[in-house]
């Protein structure tokens, strides 16, 4: 036999019954942002690998060690060849688009969400994937459309706490920080920088990296030993401009008077380097180390980075794996049964399966067809191992005379029932 080939590592097949939880998760954000008035937004996966250099940053972990990127050979002699990425996240798509349909001509603030598949070439544990999804949300305009407000702020996350209360997701801790803007940063990287200059040495590999390359990065160090050192540097807070510090102060008055619980923790970075301002990330205690369901905040400076107008805005990414895992480990969601088996019986009746079962779905009933070389036996058998709540037989008598025999699987009690009357009695047992 040959070797068979499994699915890439990192990645995996959703099967049913999870897809329904997968279809019901999205089915329910997709509600959702429809009445907070987000209109969806599909970007190609797979983009100029310089959009993610340019945004997420080229000495984020992100960019230098997790892309799937390649170059792409030129058609022809003439032309080169050009570096693509898969890519690892939808925010950078999202304003290149909007820069490249000059979308700020459009009234308002652009308020898009997307639901898609991202790619980090990660070490693959419980809650991380190589092809993982997300579903996200971005606000991005002009400043005089207000997208620079602190309401915009408030908004999203209040909007995240409904989504998850509405999920039936207890128990998540909002984590909230002001990262500064390009006014203030400056400073307090220097700061940063001068405070590890004498400790670094003593610090994990990854930090002494990290104090060279993106020195924020450092405070986001899990090693235990190095947790004594962390705390003992200066902090983001101290460092906020007048204005990065009123914008957080109002943030966070608005967060309380919407009755949002959060929690402040000035060590929350990011992994990515657009962001200023609000950052944020939703966690909980039933997902292990990977515990960030979610995580997100402002990019006010992104739109120019890339090449586009001033366009501050601010979004999100849920991590839907993790979102899905939740929820089946503190809830359980259960998919919807077939209602009804139909069992053909005999040579020509798969036809008159086939007309009832257009019927019966048509009237939103669910259904499994059977088939006429099925013995009744089988029928029935198979029918009860897919968990059906009814099977429906359908032989030549029953055509004739119109009258059906349903059984319950459940009961084991059998009626019969005339054509009309099925969809009716199979809803209002459901
Ligand atoms: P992020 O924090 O890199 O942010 O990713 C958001 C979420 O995606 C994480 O909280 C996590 O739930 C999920 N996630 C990330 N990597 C993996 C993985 N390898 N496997 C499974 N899940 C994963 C962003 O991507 C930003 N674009 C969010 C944003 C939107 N900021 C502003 N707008």
């Not at 989504?163 to 039936?168: A, N, T, V």
């Not at 460092?239 to 967060?255: G, M, P």
């Amino acid at each position: 036999m040959a070797v068979s080939i499994k699915a890439v590592r990192g990645t995996r097949d959703l099967l049913p019954p999870e897809t329904e939880t997968w279809n019901a998760v999205e089915a329910a954000v997709r509600d959702l942002f429809r009445v907070y008035n987000f209109q969806e937004i599909r970007t190609p996966v797979l983009e100029d690998l310089q959009l993610f250099q340019r945004s997420v940053g080229e000495d984020t972990d992100i960019v230098s060690k997790e892309m799937f990127a390649w170059e792409d050979r030129a058609r022809a002699q003439s032309e080169k060849g050009q570096w693509l990425a898969l890519r690892p996240e939808n925010t950078a798509g999202v304003v290149r688009a909007y820069i490249e349909h000059k979308l700020w001509e459009r009234p308002g603030l652009q308020r898009f969400y997307y639901i898609g598949p991202q790619f980090r070439r990660e070490r693959p544990q419980k809650g991380r994937y190589r092809q993982f999804y997300q579903i996200g949300a971005e606000i991005i305009g002009p400043t005089s459309a207000g997208s620079e407000s602190p309401a915009v702020d408030a908004e999203i996350l209040e909007m995240l706490a409904a989504l998850l209360d509405r999920l039936g997701i207890q128990n998540w801790r909002l984590e909230l920080n002001s990262v500064g803007c390009a006014n203030d940063r400056p400073k307090y990287l220097e700061a940063l920088r001068a405070a590890l200059k004498d400790m670094v040495d003593t610090m994990c590999a990854d930090c002494q990296r990290r104090a060279q390359t993106n020195p924020l990065r450092v405070l986001d160090c899990k090693v235990s030993e190095d947790q004594p050192k962390i705390e003992k540097l200066p902090r983001q807070s101290d460092y906020l401009d007048e204005s990065c510090r009123t914008h957080f102060a109002e943030v966070q008055k608005l967060l309380a008077a919407l009755a949002v619980p959060f929690v402040l923790n000035h060590r929350l970075v990011r992994g990515l380097d657009y962001y200023t301002r609000t950052a944020f990330e939703f966690t909980h205690g039933s997902l292990g180390a990977q515990n960030a369901i979610l995580g997100g905040g402002r990019y006010d400076g992104l739109s120019e980075s890339l090449g586009g107008p001033p366009a501050p805005g601010i979004g999100f990414a849920i991590g839907e794996d993790r979102l899905v895992m939740t929820l089946q480990e503190t809830a359980g969601a259960a998919a919807r049964p077939t209602d009804v088996y139909i069992a053909p019986l005999g040579a020509g009746m798969n036809v008159h399966a086939a007309l009832l079962a257009r019927e019966l779905r048509r009237a939103d009933v669910i259904v499994t067809l059977g088939d006429e070389s099925f013995k009744l036996k089988k029928s029935l058998e198979t029918a009860s191992k897919m968990g059906a709540r009814y099977a429906l037989i359908v032989g030549e008598n029953e055509v004739g005379s119109g009258q059906f025999a349903l059984k319950n699987l459940g009961t084991g009690e059998q009626v019969s029932v005339s054509r009309e009357q099925i969809a009716a009695l199979l809803k209002s047992r459901a």
